[in-house]
């Protein structure tokens, strides 16, 4: 029988490219979506053309009831849930002296306290050799004083990944990656995207598979647990 991958944020960017790799490697997918109405069905035939199943589940991850909606479906898939990658996100745009509330909450209630539900929920149906991974952002080490509630939800979801490693051993190990500059925010210019790339140690953004590899890896090595993987260029380095 094969194995169950759960990916919140599946339908397009990063989390697609998650939940298309985890379907190469054989797992049938259960793809969470929001916003992505049009890209989520795309998507779901896309992994459906890779030979294995998909199931496409729109829940408000934001809203604990709908987080229990989402493992209700799941639930319902015949294969047991061996990987969760927690990918949904969103990132405000604010200054730190006056950012509105309710984007304040909306960073830490997808990006956060999303990723723990996700998490508890999951660990209840995963058997011994399970897997969390936990998407950060090498902004959580920086102070990006135009996105403060983004940086400090994925700071908070790096402690998050620790205490949750800790507190699942040794049946579920818990992870997280930590992208550097992969693909640009829709509210990021094309010169802007050249600026950030240009101060890089490597001068280039990454590719798709740089950072999805590193999933494979975590994957492969069940010897790592609790750990953030920078996979960003040298952008931690200035």
């Given at each position: 029988m094969k194995s169950l991958a759960l990916?919140?944020?599946?339908?397009?960017?990063?989390?697609?490219?998650?939940?298309?790799?985890?379907?190469?490697?054989?797992?049938?997918?259960?793809?969470h979506y929001r916003g992505?109405?049009?890209?989520?069905p795309k998507?779901?035939?896309?992994?459906?053309?890779?030979?294995?199943?998909c199931l496409?589940?729109?829940?408000d991850l934001t809203m604990p009831d709908k987080v229990d909606l989402l493992f209700s479906l799941v639930d319902q898939i015949?294969?047991?849930?061996?990987?969760?990658?927690?990918?949904?996100?969103?990132?405000?745009?604010g200054n730190s002296r006056d950012i509105d509330l309710r984007k304040w909450d909306a960073a830490i209630d997808l990006n956060l306290r999303a990723p723990f539900l996700v998490t508890q929920r999951a660990a209840q149906r995963m058997m011994a050799g399970g897997l969390i991974v936990n998407i950060s952002d090498i902004g959580a080490q920086k102070s990006w004083?135009?996105?403060?509630?983004?940086?400090?939800?994925?700071?908070?979801?790096?402690?998050l990944t620790k205490m949750l490693a800790r507190a699942l051993a040794p049946e579920i190990r818990v992870n997280a990656i930590a992208p550097g500059l992969v693909l640009p925010a829709d509210f990021v210019t094309p010169e802007q995207w050249d600026k950030l790339v240009?101060?890089?140690?490597?001068?280039?953004?990454?590719?798709?598979?740089?950072?999805?590899?590193?999933?494979?890896?975590?994957i492969k090595n069940e010897y790592i647990t609790g750990q953030t993987i920078a996979v960003d260029g040298g952008y931690s380095l200035i």
């Open positions: 990916v919140t944020g599946a339908a397009h960017r990063l989390g697609k490219a998650f939940a298309l790799t985890l379907a190469r490697m054989g797992y049938s997918i259960a793809l992505s109405v049009t890209e989520a998507t779901a035939d896309e992994i459906r053309a890779l030979g294995v199943d496409p589940i729109r829940a015949d294969a047991p849930l061996k990987v969760v990658v927690n990918s949904a996100a969103v990132m405000p745009v004083i135009r996105y403060p509630s983004y940086t400090v939800s994925k700071a908070g979801l790096e402690s240009e101060k890089l140690p490597l001068k280039r953004a990454a590719m798709l598979e740089e950072i999805t590899s590193t999933l494979e890896f975590l």
